[in-house]
């Protein structure tokens, strides 16, 4: 997701800024957060991904463990203007010190305020429980790390959802449904291994020559190796052959094996299932599956619900991760004087003027994009959402970016229009309007 930075120009009146004023600190904080945030190298510890991919990362590792934590550090790097780098440590790497159990005060590796259950800090382990552990070398060995600073500045983040009070750590997503999807793999499995078996052709050879196992067992006995002991016991060997004759004796005849698969059951049943895990996901079946066979509306409803999960994800990521980052490169920018925001450090409101933003993500995608431009407009036009809102819901842009680029764009095809010819003489004014016409379609396609 992006920034799209929204100083509060109401409250930052109170210290004289006018909107012209607003609008260039918004404009210098965006380029500096870009600056850093686009760098691998200026905002990532290991210096491997940006800040949209350190998004990426956190969520991801939230659904997958349940938990994560991201840890705000200051290590100043050449060239880099700003110091803070991130690192995300994944849930494995938290527990009890020395692997102990829980007690009043520790309980999975967060240790918690007794009398409010707020968290405090979390133990760390130097590695990973099943890395290789040097000799000598402790496996539980880490170190506390605080939620907040002194000064009460969030320094470790928690990336959790909790679902009940007084819960310290995190549940993963496919837990509610993690045994279905394993009994699932198993039955596809099972499925595909008949199927392949079915695929070859088995006959079995029925007689009623009570001697011919015997017979069979000394025409094919194989001779003792030199301690005097026999290897094996050969069996008379049968294949199918392309355009073979094969002469049965007498009292023999052939049954051959129809194990009927595949299964024309296996796509019901299945898909079944999936639907259960769907629910259980919080997840469109056709979202899911990747498959939509239905309707237009049914299609829509899919992603529109889709949507809605999607949404509560973004907003969560948003609010646990992005704006504590936001905040924490403000706060940086400000105390070495690459930003000037009078008071941000004494007034709690007008540090929260200053720090407001919005996040915007990718846009949802559209079925019919004509149909829904054309509600849009309509929203616009009769004052039940701003141009803003529409441009990122139907596109994920922010429009203030992408204004200067329309303006120019308006101007010069103003400029197109006043360089062409226009008509004269008989039935010009018909002409002229035609021309218009044909210039306002140009324009819109």
Known sequence: MSLQHQPNAAVLKRVGWNEARVKAFKDEFEAIFSQWGDSAYSCDMAGQQTI????????????????????????????????????????????????????????????????????????????????????????????????????????????????????????????PVVTKLKELGRYTEAEMRAAVVSAF????????NTDLQDSMEEDFDVPANEGGRAESVGRPEYKMGIGAVVRLDENEDITTANPNRPNT???????????????????????????????????????????????????????????????????????????????FFRDPLLRAAYLNATWAGDSMGSLNPLDEVRAWNEAVEGDLTTRDRAEMEMFGTDYNRTKPQKLREAKDQSELFAARPQPTGPGSERKADRQRKADDTEVKK
Not at 275 to 304: C, D, M, T, W
Request: with cysteine; charged share 20%; aromatic share 10%.
């Open 52 to 175: 949209y991919e350190l998004q990426d990362l956190a969520l991801r590792t939230t659904l997958v463990s349940g938990d994560a934590l991201s840890i705000l550090a200051y290590e100043p790097r050449p060239g880099c203007p700003i110091g803070l780098k991130i690192q995300i440590i994944e849930a494995d790497r938290i527990g009890n010190p020395d692997g102990k159990g829980d007690t009043e005060t520790v309980s999975s590796g967060i240790r918690i305020n007794p009398k409010s259950g707020q968290p405090l800090a979390a133990f760390v382990y130097d590695r990973h429980p099943g890395a290789m552990v040097p000799h000598g070398g402790d496996t539980w060995s880490g170190s506390w790390k605080n939620f907040y600073s002194a000064r009460g500045t969030p320094i470790v983040l928690h990336h959790m959802r909790k679902m009940r009070p007084d819960q310290v750590r995190g549940i993963p997503h496919l837990a």
């Open 201 to 208: 052709f088995t006959t079995f050879i029925r007689t009623e």
């Open 265 to 343: 059951a296996f796509d019901g049943f299945v898909q079944a299932c999936l639907r259960q895990i769907a629910v259980g996901l919080e997840l469109p079946f056709e979202v899911l599956i990747k498959h939509f066979n239905s309707s237009y509306s049914a299609s829509r409803a899919a992603l529109l619900d889709a949507y809605v999960f999607i949404r509560g994800r973004r907003e969560f990521i948003a609010s646990g991760f992005c704006d504590p980052i936001k905040a924490a490169v403000m706060e940086e920018a400000i105390a070495l004087g690459l930003l000037a925001a009078p008071g």
